[in-house]
Every structure is written in C-alpha cells, then in structure tokens.
C-alpha cells in the first residue's frame, strides 16, 4: 500500500529553521490534501498544516501561523513544510499523509487522512 516517506527532521536551537520534506513511495500517485501533523511524547497528534493539491490554498494551526510554511512542487510531487523561528514546544514527531477526498471540516482531523509516513523526529532545544 502506498505510505508516505518523509525527511528532513534533526536537532536545531531554539530560532532556527529546517525544512521537512514528503514524497509519496509510489512516484504516480496522487490526492487531495497532503497534511503535516506532529506528535510530542505524551500527547495526542495535532494538526500543523496542509495544502490542497488543486489550487495550493493552504491551511495552518493558530501555533505555527507566520513561522511555517506549507508549500508543493506538482512536477515531483513532493510537499515541504520550511520551520522557522523554532520554539522548544514544536519537539516532536512530523508526520505527513493524505485525504483523498476534500471537506474543510476533515482537513486539521488526523483521522480523515491516510497513507501515513513513519515520521521523521524534529527536537528543538532551548
């Protein structure tokens, strides 16, 4: 079954940046939504951000509005999410996977998206 892959996590001081990236691991398939989702030790998944494959209109949480940005380059069907200004409290695991179909109510609900990735570890330390 198709699942995403992706990369560019690490270990970055607080106020500095790295860019995620997520491919899917079968080069011709496609969607609707590609989302960004990240989980800290103890707690739930939350929503990051997520781009519409049809139109690029993007979609972001209150927390990393003006920081982050959601971007897709159609071509190679990759999505990256840039962070800058990192804060030790976006410490977590990102991961990115896909609606299939679009409603605006599914698009920050991680149980709405499939085709996960395993996740790729971003620490930020203070």
């Known amino acids: 079954q198709v699942h995403m892959v992706e990369s560019g996590g690490g270990l970055v001081q607080a106020g500095g940046s790295l860019r995620l990236s997520c491919v899917p691991s079968?080069?011709?398939?496609?969607?609707?939504?590609t989302g960004w989702f990240r989980q800290a030790p103890g707690k739930e998944r939350e929503f990051v951000a997520a781009?519409?494959?049809?139109?690029?209109?993007?979609y972001y949480a209150d927390s990393v509005k003006g920081r982050f940005t959601i971007s897709m380059d159609n071509a190679k069907n990759t999505v990256w999410l840039r962070m800058n200004s990192l804060e030790p409290e976006d410490t977590g695991v990102y991961y990115c996977?896909?609606?299939?179909?679009?409603?605006?109510?599914?698009?920050?609900?991680?149980?709405?998206?499939?085709?996960w990735g395993q996740g790729t570890q971003v620490t930020v330390s203070s």
């Open positions: 079968e080069p011709s398939f496609s969607g609707h939504v």
């Open positions: 996977a896909v609606l299939t179909y679009f409603t605006l109510l599914a698009v920050t609900v991680p149980e709405s998206y499939e085709h």
């Open positions: 781009i519409r494959w049809s139109g690029g209109i993007t």
